[in-house]
């Protein structure tokens, strides 16, 4: 029969082959699935990992997809690295969202560039602010951050609601629960003809280096995640554990703020009650994926990036329900978590024992 046996250290293979042995799992179910559905699985393999790269264009929308769940996985990868559970980053997008959104509104046609800088400020400040209140409600009371966090999301989600219901809702637009659409000075810059990539795609990038240096070439870096790993070997070393709390939060809500300014001031060019799409529950996903490292998440965004465009397209090509998206992107969470045991365990094949009379 088959047995875990403890390991005597931490495999170095399997912590970055577990993520993939987890992904060809996830085909091979996803295969299954299409099968049980009474879809060609050969035709689903190709609308969620050949289509969404097929083309110039295909691989814009790729990237497009990518950018905010980068954004927001990088963020929390300094919450997870620093013993911080931030599960409500979705919030922290949609205030980011709103913040931003608030500030495009303010724009007329004699606005000059300098909003775009001013946008994607607000966003950031708005997303630090939603994260501050689970930062402030931890250390004064000691409060769960998991529980806060995700409850400010649903606050976060009835905000924008009330904006676009009530206050922002566009005068001229039939009743329809959204703000006027963004002056064109307002959008942010594209980097190629006929694509709806944005500067965020290069911001997600440097903010990954930028994540890489902090991380393993600063004491800054290295302080926080002592902090919130072993406060009190961080307390003898100096570090504050505290400062660590509050750092991780502001930066994962920063982050994930960003992200909500580029999607509303970018490919979406104005509030509506669909801002939520669920990537701030996706870059959990992500971050994990890519093992809490700048590159892996780099990669694991992508591949997070096709199962949206490929849940979207199965929708709309083989008839299937959208939330095929979420289907996989749970059954990618849940074998990585099962194949991580391989990092801690090996399995070992164990024969039957039998006694000196024959009998087992």
Known sequence: MLKLEARPQASRLWTYGSPLLALAITVLIGVLLFAVLGKDPVRGLQVFFWEPVKSQYALGELAVKAT???????????CFRSN?????????????AVAAGGMALLADKTTGPWIIGAILLAGVLGGMAWAGITALLRDRFNANEILV????VYVATLVLGYLVY???????????????MFERVTQMPKLFTGSRVTIGLPLALIGAALLWVFLFRTRAG????VGGLAPAAARYAGFSSRR???????????????AGALEVAGPIGQLTPYV??????????????GRLHPVGMVFSALLMSMFYIGGELAQSRLGLPKSLTGVFQGLLLF???ACDTLIAYRVRWVGAKTDPRGAR
Do not use: H, R
């Not at 939520?276 to 994926?289: Q, R, W």
């Open 84 to 96: 911080v559970w931030n599960i409500g980053a979705e919030g922290q997008f949609v205030i980011g």
């Open 166 to 180: 009530g206050p922002w809702k566009d005068p001229m637009g039939f009743n329809f629960p959204q703000t006027k």
């Open 222 to 225: 290295f302080a926080l995640q």
């Open 149 to 152: 966090s995700l409850m400010l």
């Open 276 to 289: 939520p799409a669920g990537y701030g529950f996706a870059a959990i996903i992500v971050a994990f994926v």
């Open 335 to 337: 074998t990585l978590l």
């Open 68 to 78: 905010p769940l980068l954004l927001i996985a990088l963020g929390l990868a300094v």
């Open 244 to 258: 660590a709390l509050w750092s991780a939060l502001l930066i994962s809500g920063g982050a994930a703020g960003l």
